[in-house]
């Protein structure tokens, strides 16, 4: 079929599942006898070509006059939520205090006692001295010894070796 009915099969079965979605065309282009393609957005089948000759170019340096395939098609949906935040708000317990207690450490230089700190109490700027645990709410970060950072306003910990 052609590349508009297929996208408007696709755009159906979307607005079914997900009736308030926004709807984008992307197709993945190629010239004919070529073993890659490129993704790329596009309404239709001309869009498509524009939109490949001109990644194609960014990404080769040239482009040619050649015919395109256009060898997958699909529609992506998008569902607006809320924004998501890279740091958990804190539950209302201990919020002043980031120190969840110490550990004994066996690292390769030998045995070490490192505070274990809450992620979700630790403000940016906090500075992180290993050796130290920070816990996470899937897995725990490690700060060894001879590493320091700090916590940036997004949340994550920055690491340099010292």
Do not use: C, I, K, N
């Amino acid at each position: 079929p052609a590349v508009g009915q297929s996208f408007a099969a696709l755009e159906r079965e979307a607005a079914e599942g997900l009736p308030d979605a926004e709807l984008g065309r992307r197709a993945d282009v190629r010239y004919r006898g070529q073993s890659f393609e490129l993704t790329v957005d596009g309404e239709d089948a001309g869009g498509l070509r524009a939109a490949f000759e001109d990644a194609h170019e960014a990404r080769y340096g040239w482009r040619a006059d050649d015919p395109v395939e256009v060898v997958a098609v699909r529609v992506v949906a998008v569902v607006r939520g809320e924004p998501a935040t890279s740091r958990p708000e804190a539950d209302g317990t201990d919020v002043d205090e980031p120190v969840a207690g110490s550990r004994s450490l066996r690292l390769a230089d030998g045995r070490h006692e490192a505070p274990v700190l809450r992620r979700r109490r630790l403000r940016p700027g906090t500075t992180l001295d290993g050796p130290l645990l920070v816990e996470l709410p899937e897995s725990t970060l490690l700060v060894a010894p001879g590493w320091t950072g700090t916590v940036d306003e997004s949340g994550t910990a920055v690491l340099e070796r010292r």
